[in-house]
């Protein structure tokens, strides 16, 4: 427990490595020489994960923002091809009026 990438420590036991770094018990205790350094490891590998996962994030949104974009120029140019003057008939009820003259 509390390892999630190769030996690395996950953000829960690196807080707790962390507090018994700083912590007085450390000192009168001992811990092991390797320790400090694999919180630095182990935070560094947590930001760059963070940083990964905002990445992702950012190219999904970029994403969904051209696909929405991309829809409403559609819709814009159906509307504009409904439009044209060969759709844009009269109205049966003028037809039929000026057909009877």
Do not use: C, Y
């Amino acid at each position: 427990m509390g390892h999630a990438n190769g030996g690395l420590l996950d953000e829960v036991a690196l807080l707790e490595a962390e507090r018994w770094l700083q912590s007085p018990d450390a000192d009168e205790m001992g811990f092991d020489q390797s320790l400090p350094e694999l919180a630095v490891w182990s935070r560094a590998a947590i930001a760059q994960a963070a940083q990964e996962q905002e990445d992702v994030r950012r190219r999904e949104l970029a994403q969904a923002q051209a696909l929405a974009e991309e829809q409403t120029w559609r819709a814009e140019e159906q509307a504009a091809a409904s439009q044209t003057p060969a759709n844009l008939a009269l109205p049966p009820v003028l037809v039929s009026g000026f057909s009877k003259r």
